[in-house]
């Protein structure tokens, strides 16, 4: 086996290629043992061989020469941002110029190298692995929703096929019966001309045989025939044959008939992904830490809005909430000292249907008479949704920066939920698989779930709906018995949090239901609420509670 080239045995002198390395010229890179040092100091003397232990090598700096002295240079010219030798400390070129020892600058750039390495190794590196676990995952449910489509069209499809059959069959059986009623009315006819042919024949045949007779008795007992009656021809019956009117269809096509595919987009968030960092926060993670609800939920704050009908509230952060109810002013509250910190009033002057927070902290709301839908920024409202033949009620900022909006037809006869990425209609959720409508006319409060389910509270028909994300229904959940009260459910306000639960504001029976991501109840909040209506949660899953009459925001301590 080559010493020199087995992986398996100690490094040799560069030298003689047999003896250990036991020494290492920093000058020229060289491994060698202690017998071969002084060689290798006389080899080349113009050089200022450093030979230190193995174990320290690459120890010794190699000072750049200077270019225009060729000395070395152990200077570095702040101004110059130059290596310099002893001799260009006294040109004119660096006359009145800072100096360093290059060593320092040098251990400084070493110092900014390692931490930069130190960044792209254990925070930014890792970022990017997220991000491209994040994309492919995004592929992944891409391509099963993209999945669900088509099979949904297809189904679609094999529905429309079977009541076409039904269609077909149904039209055929009815011609079947329309031909059998002509024919049976013709046949009729033609047995009763048959009859009278046969009567006349008769006629011919008998009188024939008298005249052909020489019996003059038989001639004069002969009566006449009553020509008249044969000669009243019976009536020509003509059928009429029923039309078949095709259904038109507009220069050949049925899409509008069968169903419509909207277009489908792709947005950028430029705040869609953030840095990773070495502290976890309560959102780090796919799986949030498992939380068990409180025997006794409390009552940690309240705080009075002054408003004398409150309807909505959100949530900025853990300290700061946003309120509105009757009138035309939004008011942002500060929990712990309880007063409000500022007011916004809508751009119409007209109430606020409902409010909302996104990821970026930016309040949004919607109006129902001007039928915008409005996002406030610096204190500045833009009109972000304009609506035609449709009035905007509930909204909620989703997880992926999008909005979902609860709007209803101007006849009042249909409702239905819009996702919007911007002012771009992405997404339209209004009917089941049966074609029924999924929601009431009166549906004022939506939100997303954790595992992006949409939920919506429908007090007209005293139900709570969540469908997947690709607006499939899930369930609905309509109560449980018995209530504090024994009242009729009549939900209002909806929030999530962190474990997914969902929770409902029950107007009727002064309480909260909480039902979990599959709809099963969990158990009621009271907490002395007078009116609840709406509802929100903060980072650390404390619920807020605006009461109605009370004009007062409860912040109530659920999870532990």
Known sequence: ??????????????????????MHCDTCLVNLCTACVGEHMISDESKDHKVVKFQARKSTPLYPSCILHYNQCILYCKQCELSVCSECLTSDQHLGHKFSDILNVVNEKKDKIIKEQSELRETIYPTYQDIASDVQNRMSQLEKEYGDLSTAITKHGEDWHREIDKLVQKLKAEVDEMKNTQLQTLQKQLDEINKTMSGIKDEINTSCTVVESNEVSKLFNLKSVNIERYKNLPEKILPSLPKFTQGRIQGGDISNLFGILSSSSLTSDKHGYSMKTTQKSPEAGSSPPVKQLLDEPETASTTDTGYGQLYNV????DEEIWASGNGSTMKLYSINQGSPLKSIRTKSRYEPSDIAVTKSGDLVYTDYRDRTVNIVKNEKIEEVIRLQNWKPRGVCST????????????????????CYSGSTEKQTIQFDDQDKPLYSFNSDYITENRNLDICVSDFGAKVVVVVNQAGKLRFRYTGHTPTPKNLPFYPRGITTNSQSHILTADRNDDCVHIIDQDGQFLRYINCG????????TDTNDNLFVAENHEGKVKKIKLLQ
């Open 1 to 22: 086996m080559d010493p020199r080239t087995s992986a398996q045995d100690v490094m040799r002198c560069d030298l003689c290629e047999t003896a250990v390395v036991q």
């Open 399 to 418: 997880s992926s920066g999008d909005l979902l909006v609860i709007m209803i037809s101007d006849d009042n006869k249909q409702t239905k939920v819009v």
């Open 314 to 317: 959100a949530c900025v952060s």
């Open 529 to 536: 609420l007078n009116n609840p209506i709406g509802l929100c």
